[in-house]
T-cell receptor, first 113, second 110 residues
Framework: DAGITQSPRYKITETGRQVTLMCHQT?????MFWYRQDLGHGLRLIYY???????DKGEVPDGYVVSRSKTENFPLTLESATRSQTSVYFC????????????FGPGTRLTVL | GQQVMQIPQYQHVQEGEDFTTYCNSS?????IQWYKQRPGGHPVFLIQ?????EVKKQKRLTFQFGEAKKNSSLHITATQTTDVGTYFC??????????FGTGTRLKVLA
């Protein structure tokens, strides 16, 4: 049972570069989420998706792009990385809307130099 | 926008002491969830509360949902070193997107 995986687990990049973080789940959950976690801010929602080809902005979407061509994948792209995007990124999925367990991936620690 | 605040931000306790974290939302929540994140790990689901005034227990953990469905608490009786981590509450503001609280980081001193 692979569950939900993220890659890479660690990434160092430079300001201005494009970076894509991958998220893959094996449960066929409809709903998927991207969060960033920074000290003092808890978990903040970046983007979410209700199904393939349906995505919407969360609290902090600026500078990020998502796509969902397949139910099981939900990649997050930083179009032009900035130092303020240094963070730990978590992907999560859930089966039902607004009232079901969210299963989190192991996270990607991203450093932008 | 909606905000979910948790207090305290940090708590150090001696092993065996009790611990409580409080979660307050600026708006009514249809339900509330609690998660635990161990140091270096990812959030793991603990429980979900749905009904106004609901109380649920999991061994030494007691969860409450306020009557107005705008606040919640997690109480741990007789803490153990395995309780170390950050506890988050999270609630959907009427849709399927979740707003997470700021978290309470618990340290247990042996």
């Amino acid at each position: 049972d692979a569950g939900i995986t993220q890659s890479p687990r660690y990434k160092i990049t430079e300001t201005g570069r494009q970076v894509t973080l991958m998220c893959h789940q094996t449960w066929s959950h409809s709903y998927m989420f991207w969060y960033r976690q920074d000290l003092g801010h808890g978990l903040r929602l970046i983007y979410y998706s209700a199904a393939a080809d349906i995505t919407d902005k969360g609290e902090v979407p600026d500078g990020y792009v998502v796509s969902r061509s397949k139910t099981e994948n939900f990649p997050l792209t930083l179009e032009s990385a900035t130092r303020s995007q240094t963070s730990v990124y978590f992907c999560a999925s859930t089966r039902l809307a607004g009232g079901d367990t969210q299963y989190f991936g192991p996270g990607t620690r991203l450093t932008v130099l | 926008g909606q905000q979910v605040m948790q207090i305290p931000q940090y708590q150090h306790v001696q092993e065996g002491e009790d611990f409580t974290t409080y979660c307050n939302s600026s708006t009514t929540l249809s339900n509330i969830q609690w998660y635990k994140q161990r140091p270096g790990g990812h959030p793991v689901f603990l429980i979900q509360l749905v009904k106004s005034g609901e109380v649920k227990k999991q061994k030494r953990l007691t969860f409450q949902f306020g009557e107005a469905k705008k606040n919640s608490s997690l109480h741990i009786t007789a803490t153990q070193t395995t309780d170390v981590g950050t506890y988050f509450c999270a609630g959907p503001p009427g849709t399927y997107k979740y707003i997470f609280g700021t978290g309470t980081r618990l340290k247990v001193l042996a």
